[in-house]
């Protein structure tokens, strides 16, 4: 009889239906029910050599080609016996400490944990995830919820670089694979153990391996041979060909020390056996070549030694493999000249004819030319020079600075061909070129020099000449000018008249205050302007106003530095009169009428008495009004003031009957009319009814006085606009308007005083752009009207007139598509001006138009040629470097400089070939020692224009040329400085608008460099040293916080110290601003506690937890029993009830956990008099709440449902249509119905353990779940 199993109908249904319908049917009558063996209701999966099976065998059900998968997860099982867990106490499996350990480890490793607890308590630990993850969870577990042992293992010393691995990365390797720490001794420690700590399996693992890596290591040897260093190159070989060789052959590794270390020692390390074949093949190359080999000395010279060596010493490496013979050849250093060689007899000749050829194969020759002109034999860029090593690349041509010789090394016959070409040019440039020196007062070097090189740039550009100024360190007057006969002639009469010219100047320095220094210059340079245009020849210096300096530098001729001196000194002495300053306190609310509407009253004032009026801010609180200037006019100005708010307190108003229809009219264009009438009446108001109204009445309100005075003028105004409401018309073609109006209005302003008629122009959105209104009384009106037509028809007479204008102007009316014609045009009537095409030599230029606009017009141009001709260039050198930094972004800076200037700036072509070229002896054009930048052709820039706006504008772009400069941060605090991901550095350089850039950590300097304008260096100076006051402050205040006391508090105590969820703790933390940190349960001193803060806060700390513990002491625990029936009701909804018991009666009140030995038992912990009040209280409860449980039982008694599996009907879910229990799937053929085998027993947890916490019942307690 076949055996049988029963599984569910569902899990049949699912395998049943992928069978074949013989399979299933056939087999037996279908009335009857089939029961199929387990291997056709569960058909095996393929086995892992299914592609090789034969073609008879029958395929699986599952189908014969099924592709392998590699899972990329994998899963580990380990086991963690009881006497290893770290964690013994938990009381609920699944809970506790862990459980936290374990999520901790799943969220930074990535890996699934489960745990299981087996029938002997052990802890069974099923990890599964990614190789990697998997690895590093499994190491946290071991050392987190497994005790940790350690152990020693000892090798020889030097076998410990071998488990440490290079990087360290096999000792990293090997701490992962055996989840223990390896603890190595460092090198200078003379101890070889190795300590290892971890679980004892871990331990046996990772000691086992390091004796693997050791007695690896023994089997290798190493052998140090001493052989005289005269043989080495012959063990070596030829290019170390030998040596190789014989290392690829034993396996051994052969080190021999190079030639220039003195050592005899060979080192050959490797398998043992390899290293003992490789010392006896030295020993025998070694034997061989001392038996055979002899010497012989050469003299040569110590000069040609260096052609013998080679590159590299790849000349004796040659010799050696062509002959066989070492050459030995003395130190550089050394004065010997003597060469050994040494070989066999037959070779040594060979090898002493190849010495000599190759020491005679290069020639050093020197010729001479005088020092002045060897720039000029290298010629410009060394384009002469390199001419000649072009054609002789071999040769190497060598100049030495301050030396009459040139150095000439190669091959003889190229050497020869190069002395022929230098001495010709030099004997060329002797012709050609002259050089005369001068001797100048050293104190007016810089002044011949210039800012930036300015003036000697000038001249050598000028002349075609070189000047050779000497430093300042060299304390000479002798200044050389070489080049051209007649440049250098010109360049010295120039250098003399400038230095005649120095010697009669003289330099003053004027003590001006600083606060006034913007109101000499006046607004755009306006008024410093004006006293240079009275003293051209003299230089006036206003310091930077960064250098918060009072000295102002006068420089130019004796006589008229003195004249500036007294008309500054003027200037400064009323500036100083007019400073004089007073305050009057004015009610805040009578502000805004003294300032006026659009300011019109403070205005007056201000014009009137000639001063200088300041009033708070609106946001403001102060009442105080400031008047600056000379003391009669504040005083005035104070009285007007005052004057204003005594008048303020009699406002008055007034109406006016005045007609509708003069209303707009009396308003005027955009409200001019009865704006002038208000702002003259000390800012009365006036209004108009709205328009359509019908109104007359105006409305006039203000100071009684102003009232009445704008009453009287509207209504003049009113009676004039009657009378003078005349108005006539006029025709005129839009581009007349222009000419019409004149150059600041002057034509149209002489037509209204001589008339006294009004006239309009139409504005540019009016549809009638011809037409001209005139208005006024009618006699005015028709004269006006009479004038302008006569102009109208002037211009209607067109004439054609010409003029000579020279050549070199014609391009800056013609640049720019025609420009300046353009505004000609407009300006005069549409003048048509036309030069003559580039390229003809005419001066003739014709203009055509009306001959009033014409004249005009050609009296304008004249003007430009007047100012074009006054023009002057000023080259500024600025290095290359910085020009994209000077233009700013799309040219946005020298456009500002252009414009407010009004000059021409050209910056030279890009030289990018310059920053690949080594910079020609830097000579001239410096102003100090220290600096090094000597201007080329690329780095100047060339601004065109009138003299005060070039050096104004040359100043502007100096302004802009970006400095760097260190400040001193000490290296300690530059990570504090740079912030978080750069935030503080970032936001620094943003601030400033400067660069800032911190030294690399490694290098640790104390220095920081700031790149930028001068006033954003300067400010980033300042406020990156606030910065290092700040973070010093800081620092100290670390220092002083960082005071610790260790305290020592019975553990008992430690939970009723934190509080619930750490209230109590945190509450001593935050009223003493202190750190109190509590041992961990792993240390060894677990009743330990350490504050640490500032020492007072400390010491008051200590104190209030010493109060603490004192009453704690005091405390007495005492249990009571209560039934366990009547706990749930005690303790209430989370504890809510007994929480509130607890706070009433100043007690703790613990209750028996689940599976307690004593359930009943309740422990109340307190004073002792709290303690009784709460145990009376706790018994009277239990009383109240025993006769409702009593009563809920009874109840319960007589309301019991019947039993699940007693005679009265079942769940009939779970019988079948018969009314007995389902049978579920029934197999034939089960493995576990074998013979000897027994079916598992569900119930039992070893057939069926159960891993994780989610299938583990939980008992819950009476406080309901915990939480972590």
């Given at each position: 009889m076949s055996s049988v199993a029963v599984l569910t109908p569902e899990s049949f249904a699912e395998h049943r239906s992928g069978l074949k319908d013989q399979e299933i049917s056939g087999c037996v009558p279908e009335d009857e029910a089939y029961i199929p063996t387990y291997l056709e209701a569960f058909p095996p999966l393929p086995e892992k050599g299914a592609p090789g099976e034969k073609a008879g065998e029958p395929a699986s059900a599952w189908g014969s080609k099924i592709r392998p998968i590699k899972a990329s997860v994998i899963t580990q099982v380990f086991h963690v016996p009881l006497e290893e867990r770290r964690y013994k106490d938990n009381s609920q499996f699944g809970e506790g400490?862990?459980?936290?350990?374990?999520?901790?480890?799943?969220?930074?490793?990535?890996?699934?944990?489960?745990?299981?607890?087996?029938?002997?308590?052990?802890?069974?630990?099923?990890?599964?995830?990614?190789?990697?993850?998997?690895?590093?969870?499994?190491?946290?577990?071991?050392?987190?919820?497994?005790?940790q042992a350690s152990a020693t293992v000892a090798i020889p010393k030097e076998h410990h670089r071998f488990v440490i691995g290079k990087n360290g990365e096999k000792l990293q390797e090997l701490e992962l694979k055996t989840a223990t720490k390896i603890a190595i001794p460092r090198p200078d420690d003379p101890s070889a153990n190795i300590r290892i700590t971890g679980t004892k399996e871990g331990i046996e693992k990772a000691r086992h391996e390091i004796l693997l890596i050791s007695a690896e290591q023994d089997k290798r040897a190493v052998e140090r041979l001493s052989l005289e260093k005269a043989f080495h190159p012959f063990i070596a070989g030829a290019h170390n060909r030998l040596v190789q060789e014989l290392s690829q052959e034993t396996g051994a590794r052969i080190s021999i020390p190079?030639?220039?270390?003195?050592?005899?020692?060979?080192?050959?390390?490797?398998?043992?056996?390899?290293?003992?074949?490789?010392?006896?093949?030295?020993?025998?190359?070694?034997?061989d070549k001392k038996r055979k080999t002899t010497t012989i000395s050469v003299e040569v010279k110590k000069s040609q030694h260096k052609y013998i060596i080679g590159p590299k010493g790849n000349t004796l490496q040659e010799i050696l493999e062509a002959t066989g013979v070492s050459v030995e050849m003395p130190p550089l250093d050394s004065s010997s000249e003597t060469i050994i060689l040494r070989g066999e007899p037959d070779k040594l000749g060979p090898a002493l004819t190849q010495v000599y050829a190759k020491a005679k194969s290069v020639m050093v020759v020197e010729v001479t030319a005088p020092a002045w002109l060897h720039r000029f034999i290298i010629g410009k860029k060394g384009q002469n020079i390199g001419r000649i090593t072009q054609q002789l690349p071999r040769v190497h041509i060598e100049f030495t600075d301050g030396e009459e010789r040139i150095s000439l090394e190669g091959p003889t016959e190229e050497v020869e061909q190069a002395q022929a070409q230098i001495q010709e040019i030099i004997k060329d440039l002797l012709v050609r070129m002259d050089y005369t020196e001068v001797i100048i007062d050293q104190r007016f070097h810089r002044h011949l020099i210039g800012k930036n090189g300015a003036n000697i740039n000038r001249i050598k550009e000028q002349y075609k000449v070189s000047v050779r100024i000497p430093q300042d360190s060299e304390r000479s007057g002798l200044v050389r000018i070489e080049g051209d006969p007649k440049g250098v002639q010109l360049a010295r009469r120039e250098l003399i008249e400038m230095v005649q010219r120095m010697e009669n100047e003289r330099t003053k320095d004027l003590i001006v205050e600083q606060k006034f220094h913007r109101t000499i210059i006046g607004q755009k340079g306006e008024k410093i302007k004006e006293v240079r245009d009275k003293f051209p020849e003299v230089i006036i210096n206003f310091p930077d106003p960064a250098q918060k300096s009072d000295i102002v530098q006068l420089r130019g001729p004796k006589n008229e530095v003195e004249k500036c001196t007294k008309f500054l000194q003027k200037i400064i002495a009323d500036l100083i009169e007019n400073s004089f300053s007073l305050s009057v306190p004015i009610f805040k609310q009578f502000h805004k009428n003294i300032i006026g509407k659009g300011g019109a009253n403070i205005k007056k004032i201000r014009e009137e008495t000639n001063t200088k009026i300041d009033l708070p801010t609106e946001n403001s609180n102060s009442e105080m009004i400031v008047i600056t200037g000379k003391k009669s006019n504040c005083e005035a100005a104070r009285d007007r003031i005052l004057a204003i708010q005594r008048e303020l307190a009699n406002i008055k108003e007034a109406e006016v009957t005045i007609p509708a229809k003069l209303h707009n009219s009396l308003i005027g264009s955009k409200g001019c009319l009865v704006r002038s009438i208000m702002e003259d009446c000390g800012g009365v108001h006036i209004h108009f009814p709205s328009e359509g109204s019908g109104s007359d009445k105006v409305t006039i309100r203000g100071p009684a006085g102003e009232v009445e005075k704008a009453k009287k003028q509207l209504l003049q105004l009113a009676e004039e606009k009657q009378v003078n409401n005349f108005t006539a018309e006029l025709q005129a073609k839009p581009e007349y308007h222009k000419f019409l109006i004149g150059r600041g209005g002057a034509n149209i302003r002489r037509v209204r005083d001589r008339t006294g008629a009004r006239i309009i122009f139409p504005s540019p959105d009016d549809t009638e752009q011809e037409l001209?209104?005139?208005?006024?009384k009618e006699e005015a009106v028709r004269q006006a009207q009479k004038e302008?037509?006569?102009?109208?028809?002037?211009?209607?007479?067109?004439?054609?007139?010409?003029?000579?204008?020279?050549?070199?102007?014609?391009?800056?009316?013609?640049?720019?598509?025609?420009?300046?014609?353009?505004?000609?045009?407009?300006?005069?009537?549409?003048?048509?001006?036309?030069?003559?095409?580039?390229?003809?030599?005419?001066?003739?230029?014709?203009?055509?138009?009306?001959?009033?606009?014409?004249?005009?017009?050609?009296?304008?141009?004249?003007?430009?040629?007047?100012?074009?001709?006054?023009?002057?260039?000023?080259?500024v050198a600025i290095p290359q470097r910085y020009h994209r930094a000077i233009m700013g972004p799309k040219g946005c800076r020298i456009q500002h400089i252009t414009r407010e200037n009004e000059v021409q700036i050209k910056f030279p072509e890009r030289e990018d070939s310059a920053a690949g070229q080594e910079a020609p002896p830097q000579e001239n054009g410096e102003v100090s020692p220290d600096a090094e930048f000597v201007p080329r052709k690329c780095d100047i820039i060339t601004i065109s224009g009138r003299a005060e706006k070039c050096e104004l504008a040359k100043a502007a772009l100096l302004a802009l040329v970006p400095i760097t400069e260190d400040v001193e941060v000490s290296y300690e605090l530059h990570r504090y400085i740079i912030g978080q991901k750069g935030s503080g550095i970032r936001k620094m350089m943003e601030e400033y608008e400067v660069n800032i850039w911190v030294p690399q950590p490694e290098k640790q300097l104390d220095v920081i460099k700031v790149t930028g304008l001068v006033a954003n260096v300067e400010r980033a100076k300042l406020g990156l040293l606030e910065r290092v006051k700040e973070l010093q402050a800081e620092q100290e205040d670390r220092a002083l916080r960082s005071f610790k006391v260790t305290m020592s508090v019975d553990p008992k105590f430690h939970p009723k110290i934190i509080g619930r969820k750490g209230a109590v703790i945190s509450q001593i933390r935050k009223d003493h601003d202190v750190s109190i940190q509590f041992p961990d349960k792993g240390d060894e001193q677990q009743d330990l506690i350490v504050i640490s803060g500032y020492e007072r806060n400390v010491e008051e700390a200590r104190q209030a937890i010493q109060q603490l513990v004192a009453e704690l002491q005091e405390m007495v625990s005492q249990d009571v029993h209560l039934d366990p029936r009547t706990h749930a009701r005690i303790i209430g909804a989370r504890g809510k009830a007994i929480r509130k018991l607890m706070e009433e009666f100043k007690v703790d009140i613990r209750f028996p956990q689940p599976g307690s030995d004593e359930p009943d038992k309740v422990t109340v912990t307190g004073l002792p008099e709290t303690v009784d009040n709460a145990i009376d209280h706790l018994l009277n409860l239990e009383e109240e709440y025993m006769l409702s449980v009593t009563e809920t039982e009874t109840l319960a008694a007589y309301m019991k449902p019947p039993s699940r599996y007693g005679g009265?009907?079942?769940?009939?879910?779970?019988?079948d249509g018969n009314g007995g229990p389902a049978k579920g799937f029934v197999v034939r053929d089960a493995p576990w119905n074998a013979a000897g085998n027994k079916a598992p027993d569900m119930s039992s947890a070893e057939d069926f353990p159960t891993f994780g916490t989610g299938v583990a019942l939980k008992q819950t307690s009476v406080w309901g779940p915990k939480k972590f």
């Open positions: 400490e862990e459980a936290k350990v374990c999520l901790d480890i799943m969220q930074r490793t990535g890996a699934h944990i489960e745990l299981s607890l087996a029938k002997d308590q052990g802890l069974s630990i099923m990890v599964t995830g990614k190789l990697d993850s998997v690895m590093k969870a499994r190491k946290e577990i071991v050392a987190r919820l497994q005790t190079p030639p220039s270390l003195p050592k005899d020692e060979i080192v050959i390390t490797g398998e043992k056996e390899a290293v003992a074949l490789a010392l006896n093949r030295i020993r025998a190359i070694y034997d001209i209104t005139i208005v006024g302008l037509e006569s102009l109208v028809k002037n211009l209607d007479d067109v004439v054609e007139d010409s003029m000579v204008v020279d050549v070199r102007h014609h391009r800056h009316f013609v640049c720019r598509r025609g420009q300046v014609l353009r505004e000609l045009a407009e300006e005069y009537g549409g003048v048509a001006v036309s030069f003559p095409r580039t390229g003809a030599n005419s001066q003739r230029v014709t203009l055509k138009g009306a001959k009033d606009c014409v004249e005009a017009a050609k009296k304008r141009i004249q003007e430009i040629i007047e100012d074009l001709e006054s023009q002057v260039s000023v080259e009265g009907g079942g769940a009939g879910g779970l019988d």
